[in-house]
């Protein structure tokens, strides 16, 4: 039987382990800033990078149906989402003339003021990237 990638005595003996267990900790840490940013704003992670992708998407990619593929979700999760950011003023519909049961969604200023801010939650695992030498990224990029 195959050892997890969790499993210390195995991990320190196996460079794989060590890479599934560092990206799992960077994971973690995308999860934790994320969760920060959300409650500095009483947002749900959700609703935070819902308006983040709103703020850099086009037109044909804000729809619902787009976001619960984009976002692993169902339609209805998504929905609820959408409902909660539009009694926020966040997010605003704007039906289409042809199905009036379709919408892409919009952001407010205030949207997008907050989509601005929050966006940067990751610049803390960004910092010490950016120290990095040219070829060191490419590297880490390709591997």
Same mark, same amino acid.
């Given at each position: 039987m195959k050892k997890s990638a969790f499993d210390l005595?195995?991990?320190?003996?196996?460079?794989?382990?060590k890479?599934? $267990?560092? %990206?799992?900790?960077?994971?973690?840490?995308?999860?934790? %800033?994320?969760?920060n940013e959300s409650k500095e704003h009483s947002?749900?992670?959700?609703?935070?990078?819902?308006?983040?992708?709103l703020l850099h998407h086009s037109d044909q990619k804000r729809?619902?149906?787009?976001? $619960?593929?984009?976002?692993?979700?169902?339609?209805a999760t998504?929905?609820?989402?959408?409902?909660?950011?539009?009694?926020?003023l966040f997010i605003r519909k704007?039906?289409?003339?042809?199905?009036?049961r379709s919408y892409i969604i919009h952001l407010t200023k205030k949207g997008k003021d907050i989509a601005e801010q929050t966006s940067l939650f990751a610049k803390e695992i960004q910092i010490p990237i950016d120290? %990095?030498?040219?070829?060191?990224k490419e590297n880490l990029l390709l591997s």
């Open positions: 005595d195995h991990q320190n003996s196996s460079i794989e382990s890479i599934v $267990a560092s %990206l799992e900790r960077v994971s973690q840490a995308f999860r934790v %800033l994320l969760w947002l749900s992670p959700i609703q935070v990078q819902v308006l983040i992708f729809k619902v149906s787009y976001l $619960a593929g984009e976002f692993n979700m169902t339609k998504i929905s609820d989402t959408i409902k909660t950011l539009e009694q926020k704007e039906y289409e003339q042809h199905d009036t120290k %990095l030498h040219t070829t060191d």
